[in-house]
């Protein structure tokens, strides 16, 4: 069985292994808002990016600066935290500023996936969570009796895993759910087979 994280807080920064992670939950008007925002004419940015899903659409100019006064608070708090966690809390670090590089949604359909892959360009990544199949719970219910649950899971991995180390960690994704991550660490996202939209998006970030 995979080890899989199930948040218990709206906002949480955890250490499965080397990399930290963060997780924020999306207030519902911000998730209603990026829905909306998705309906506009964006540019496709499949040919830029490795998944195989069918459509992955560039944030403009008005959604960037959306979603960043949304999100920008948490992204430095992340980053302020794994510095003083590397460093032990022994040094004080200047106040950062977040640069947003790149955003884009990603709609996910039966049988679609993202390979194993990391972000280049940035320093932070990231994903939310705006809408899932309607039926999708009934198939995790019956995946989840395998060994190795992972249908339309996102899957990060690090490391080597041995005894006192775990290597992977997979999640299940929720509306709402909103994950910060560094840009090098690997993830991938499995296929699903209910009929419907796994809508998600991505933010690509530098920090300065």
Not at 115 to 134: I, K, M, Q, R
Not at 174 to 192: E, M, N, R, T
């Amino acid at each position: 069985m995979p080890t899989i994280y199930k948040s218990q807080n709206n906002k949480e920064f955890f250490n499965p292994f080397g990399p930290p992670l963060g997780y924020f939950k999306l207030p519902s008007e911000v998730i209603k808002r990026m829905n909306q925002l998705m309906t506009k004419k964006l540019d496709d940015f499949s040919n830029f990016l490795v998944g195989k899903v069918s459509h992955e659409l560039k944030f403009d100019q008005e959604i960037i600066n959306y979603i960043g006064s949304q999100i920008v608070d948490f992204a430095v708090e992340y980053h302020n935290k794994a510095i003083e966690r590397n460093n032990f809390n022994s040094t004080t670090q200047p106040t950062p500023k977040l640069k947003i590089n790149a955003g884009w949604f990603i709609r996910q359909f039966n049988g679609e996936y993202n390979p194993n892959h990391f972000h280049s360009g940035c320093t932070l990544s990231s994903v939310g969570y705006l809408s899932l199949p309607e039926n999708i719970e009934k198939e995790w219910e019956e995946d989840y009796k395998d060994h190795h649950p992972s249908h339309g899971h996102i899957n990060f991995t690090y490391g080597t895993h041995t005894q006192y180390n775990i290597s992977s960690i997979m999640i299940k994704p929720q509306v709402g759910d909103f994950y910060i991550f560094p840009a090098s660490l690997y993830h991938c996202v499995y296929p699903f087979y209910t009929s419907g939209e796994r809508r998600s998006f991505s933010i690509n970030m530098t920090v300065i």
